[in-house]
């Protein structure tokens, strides 16, 4: 990457991170394109380079998030998701420390962005990405493991919510219990005890 390469993607780094703050503030509706800039000590003009609406600066936004996130993965986790046809069933069990420390990890080093994501999850898009999850991995697994078609929904949704809401507790609790602890504490939620 040459340096004007480097300067665009700090610029545009620095207005993604501009977005978050400001979404834990006020509604997407009520930011401005003046205030984006003032927060990413960026000009209108620099910003109108990068983007023509708030909407684009939004949708890159997205995608960097999502980027970040799975940068946290070993190649050999993220290349499972590609073959849930194929690969043996213990690989579809991803309530394990394959999958659930980097998750945490990620959590942990972006606290704030994650609860502002977790918190406007309908305007950021996340919605969409749940919806593609779904079709993607969420079903093709459940479907190996033999889950009637009207159970697949109430079946994700318990799972998910559930670990959206342990995971917002200990960003309450500023991720002090340590990382080990809650994935331990995940695969008591999913698996009991005695597992």
Excluded: Q
């Amino acid at each position: 990457m040459n340096k004007s390469e480097s300067k665009y993607f700090n610029t545009a780094a620095r207005m993604d991170m501009a977005l978050i703050s400001l979404l834990k503030k006020k509604p997407l509706e009520y930011i401005t394109v003046s205030e984006i800039c003032k927060a990413a000590e960026v000009n209108r003009s620099t910003f109108y380079l990068h983007y023509d609406t708030i909407g684009d600066l939004l949708n890159e936004t997205v995608r960097y998030l999502l980027d970040s996130f799975l940068s946290y993965f070993s190649e050999d986790s993220k290349s499972i998701a590609l073959n849930l046809s194929d690969c043996r069933e213990e690989e579809l069990i991803f309530i394990c420390d394959d999958y659930i420390v980097p998750y945490l990890k990620y959590i942990k080093d972006n606290k704030e962005v994650f609860r502002v994501a977790l918190l406007n999850n309908k305007i950021l898009g996340f919605d969409d990405v749940y919806d593609r999850m779904f079709e993607k991995i969420f079903n093709p697994i459940l479907d190996r493991f033999d889950y009637p078609e009207d159970y697949k929904n109430y079946v994700m949704m318990y799972y998910l919510s559930g670990i959206n809401a342990l995971i917002l507790e200990w960003i309450k609790d500023d991720c002090e219990k340590p990382i080990e602890e809650i994935s331990k504490i995940i695969n008591i939620c999913i698996f009991g005890l005695r597992h």
